[in-house]
Every structure is written in structure tokens, then in C-alpha cells.
């Protein structure tokens, strides 16, 4: 793959880091990711914000996030409500449009992704000139924890059908903890058509053809433990014509 590699910089030089939490009913599971990230961010050093971008939960995720905000501060947690469920695509294209930092993670809100992982992919990022890293649950260390045969078995095999159809080149396509530069993040979600869950896979797919270098870090996925997954019939439907349609165009 070609190489977009920038500058090299060293910690505390200037950069900033947001962080884009979509949520859709994790009352439960926001203070708790909110708190790892403050906590983990305070001990490195890095500047940072945290958007919480919620749609419409009704079991109360916004009044949450709002207390959350008092405690911690306007400037490290923003909130960028939507009045309803709109798809994860359309959350981090929202998202994006606040973030004033020059990197920006995604992640999950239910405790998915240990934020352990943060500090590893910022330094690969810095260190190695990528564009963008992707957390990874098929490599090296990676795996996945507490699923049961069915939510793996359609993970795998997801990832398998888009390995063959589009040669991605990164063995993670449907992963969600992930850090991007900010103008690769804006440059993807301008090309972007997807709007549901094959939003992540056609990210890795443009960045590809656009020759962004992309990094890759084991992470271990634990499901969530509050709450219900998002992932259901309808949403494997759309992944398949989602994949199609991108084997069809690129």
C-alpha cells in the first residue's frame, strides 16, 4: 500500500484527540466508559473532548451523558443529540463536524472496547506515520469474549465474505475501535454512501483506494454486559446488500 505518511510528533506537542460515542440506550454503561476515558487520558497527558452523540435513546442515555457533562466540564464532554435513531454513519458524520481535534477515535459505548487499547494506537499512529489504526480481533492477541456461537459465527463469516469479495488489505472490516487522522476521517465520510453497520467496512475499503496507510492493533472484544446488541436480522440484511452493493462499485 502506498504511504500518505505525515510528520512525526511527540506527546503533548499541540494535539488533541475527540473521541465519538455514539449511544442508543447505555445509561448504564456511559459513566463507566466515560470515566476510563477521563481517567486514561488524564494519566497520558493527551489533550482531548469526548462527544456523546445520542439518538433519542428513551431510557434516559441523554439525561446521563448531561450529568456526566456537570461533572467533568463543557469542554471535555460535548453533547451532539439527534432527536432519533438514525444509523451509526450518519452519527459519526455528525460527530465529525464538532471535533476539534486532529485525531479522532470511534469506539463503542457498552464497554466493548477496553480503552487499554487507546495508548497503543495512539503511539502506532504517531510512531509508524499511519493514517489510520484499526483495532483488531483476528490478529495476534485479538479475540472476542462472552459471545455465543451464532454472534460469532456471523462475525466470522461476515468478515471472511468480505475478505474474498474486496481484498481489503486489514483483517478487521467490521470492528468499531478505531483512531483516524481527521482530514482521512472527513476525506472517507465524504465518499462514504453507507449508512448502517457496513459503514465501518466500506471506511477500510475507500481508505484502501486511497492509499491511506493503515495500522492494525490486537484488541480483546468483550460483549456488553448491560443492555441489548444492536445487531439483529435486519441489520445482517443490510450488511449483505450493504457488501454487495460495494463489491458491485469499487
Known amino acids: 500500500m502506498a504511504s500518505r505518511?505525515?510528520?512525526?510528533?511527540?506527546?503533548?506537542?499541540g494535539d488533541k484527540y475527540s473521541v465519538l460515542l455514539p449511544t442508543y440506550n447505555e445509561r448504564e454503561n456511559l459513566p463507566l466508559i466515560v470515566w476510563l476515558l477521563v481517567k486514561y487520558f488524564g494519566e497520558s497527558g493527551y489533550e482531548y473532548e469526548i462527544i456523546v452523540?445520542?439518538?433519542g435513546s428513551p431510557d434516559g442515555t441523554l439525561e446521563v451523558a448531561e450529568q456526566l457533562q456537570k461533572i467533568y466540564g463543557e469542554d471535555k464532554i460535548l453533547l451532539r443529540p439527534r432527536a432519533k435513531k438514525?444509523?451509526?454513519g450518519t452519527a459519526y458524520i455528525h460527530g465529525i463536524k464538532h471535533a476539534r481535534g486532529n485525531y479522532v477515535f470511534i469506539m463503542d459505548a457498552d464497554l466493548s472496547h477496553h480503552v487499554s487499547g487507546s495508548p497503543v494506537s495512539l503511539d502506532n499512529t504517531r510512531e509508524g506515520g499511519y493514517d489510520l489504526v484499526s483495532g483488531t480481533r483476528y490478529r495476534g492477541d485479538g479475540g472476542v469474549y462472552g459471545w455465543d456461537l451464532r454472534r460469532k459465527l456471523i462475525s466470522r463469516g461476515a468478515n471472511y465474505v468480505t475478505q474474498v469479495l474486496l481484498r481489503p488489505g486489514a483483517s478487521d472490516l467490521t470492528g468499531s475501535f478505531r483512531l483516524y487522522k481527521k482530514e482521512v476521517l472527513e476525506s472517507l465520510v465524504e465518499r462514504c454512501v453507507s449508512r448502517g453497520y457496513v459503514?465501518?467496512?466500506e471506511m477500510i475499503v475507500r481508505a484502501r483506494q486511497l492509499n491511506y496507510t493503515i495500522g492494525e492493533v490486537p484488541i480483546s472484544f468483550v460483549d456488553?454486559?448491560?443492555?441489548e446488541s444492536k445487531l439483529g436480522g435486519n441489520e445482517i440484511v443490510s450488511f449483505l446488500k450493504g457488501l454487495l452493493t460495494l463489491f458491485a462499485t469499487t
Open 199 to 201: 459503514f465501518q467496512m
Open 224 to 227: 456488553r454486559v448491560y443492555g
Open 5 to 13: 505518511k505525515g510528520s512525526q510528533q511527540s506527546r503533548g506537542d
Open 53 to 55: 452523540i445520542d439518538d
Open 86 to 88: 438514525l444509523g451509526l
